[in-house]
Nanobody
Framework: QLRLVESGGASVQPGESLRLSCVASGSLLDHFHVAWFRQAPGKERERVSCINNYGDIANYADSVKGRFTVSRDNYRNTVYLDIFSLKPEDTAVYYC??????????????WGQGTQVTVSS
């Protein structure tokens, strides 16, 4: 059973950067496509990015294009989300999710517990 653990969330000021990590165990992550989601208080969950299992195709929500970069290191069983020029509206719990199917499945099978990102001056 694939297990995902996110880390890297923090309280930061606007304009700063963060790297979130999603570490997998229990299975080889290169079998899975991995997405990052976020959910802010009182808002619906939003998918912000997804990277395919090989790491050569990634997509982003329009709201984060140009500021978020997803990458993966399959040897370390880890997917990263680099967030630049953080804004208060990026405040949310960030989750990684994985699925064998594709980046376009309606419901990802495996989820982490989330990591909190708070952007405030």
């Amino acid at each position: 059973q694939l297990r995902l653990v996110e880390s890297g969330g923090a309280s930061v000021q606007p304009g700063e950067s963060l790297r979130l990590s999603c570490v997998a165990s229990g299975s080889l992550l290169d079998h899975f496509h991995v997405a990052w989601f976020r959910q802010a208080p009182g808002k619906e969950r939003e998918r912000v990015s997804c990277i395919n299992n090989y790491g050569d195709i990634a997509n982003y929500a329009d709201s984060v294009k140009g500021r978020f970069t997803v990458s993966r290191d399959n040897y370390r069983n880890t997917v990263y989300l680099d967030i630049f020029s953080l804004k208060p509206e990026d405040t949310a719990v960030y989750y990684c999710a994985a699925d064998r199917g594709s980046c376009y499945v309606p419901n990802f099978q495996h989820w982490g517990q989330g990591t909190q990102v708070t952007v405030s001056s």
